[in-house]
């Protein structure tokens, strides 16, 4: 890699780390090509990005950005992933990838210019997805609504089974 070709990569490097509201790094050893293309291919189906980076050049790329205080997170093999639409989605892909490859695991990350320990982007993983938060919204949403036309139902039901009742002892007279 020559000088130019570095100072681009550096460039690209820090849009990445000032542009994404997530951004997550971890180490790997010991995973082969097909697995880390495996994750490369997960992260990306989840509308992330996966990328191995040079400490070196991801050091000065942090530079005045919120990764700026993970400097010392970039030792050994590094690799980040970035996304701007699902940091939780992100979290359980790399978490559940590294269930059955224990050579990857956490280092650190960043959410909305937070910084986060590997404990803390773990934890994020354990949360629910944006999806399964909506879900639950609408179901919050949608409980009062259905009990409050159940509440109305109710009298009429009652009404009909007392003229239904009131019809068959008139019968029964007759």
């Known amino acids: 890699?020559?000088?130019t070709e570095k100072e681009q990569a550096i460039e690209d490097l820090n849009k990445i780390f000032?542009?994404?509201?997530?951004v997550f790094l971890f180490g790997f050893s010991g995973i082969n090509v097909p697995e880390i293309t495996e994750l490369r291919r997960q992260i990306?189906?989840?509308g992330s990005t996966y990328r191995v980076i040079k400490n070196r050049l991801a050091i000065r790329a942090a530079q005045q950005t919120a990764?700026?205080?993970?400097?010392?997170?970039f030792q050994g093999p590094t690799a980040v992933a970035y996304t701007e639409a699902d940091p939780v989605?992100?979290?359980k892909?790399?978490?559940d990838f590294a269930k059955n490859h224990p050579g990857l695991e956490f280092k650190a990350g960043v959410l909305e210019s937070r910084i986060l320990s590997a404990q803390q982007v773990e934890q994020l993983a354990e949360m629910p997805s944006h999806e399964e938060l909506i879900a639950k919204l609408l179901y919050l949403l949608k409980a009062p609504l259905t009990q409050l036309a159940g509440a109305l139902q109710s009298p009429l039901r009652?009404?009909?089974s007392v003229l239904s009742q009131l019809a068959e002892s008139k019968s029964?007279?007759?």
């Open 67 to 73: 990764l700026e205080a993970l400097t010392e997170h």
């Open 89 to 91: 989605g992100l979290a």
């Open 158 to 160: 009652n009404l009909g």
């Open 1 to 3: 890699m020559n000088r």
């Open 172 to 174: 029964e007279e007759n």
């Open 18 to 22: 000032s542009g994404h509201p997530g």
């Open 44 to 46: 990306t189906g989840s």
């Open 93 to 95: 892909v790399v978490r």
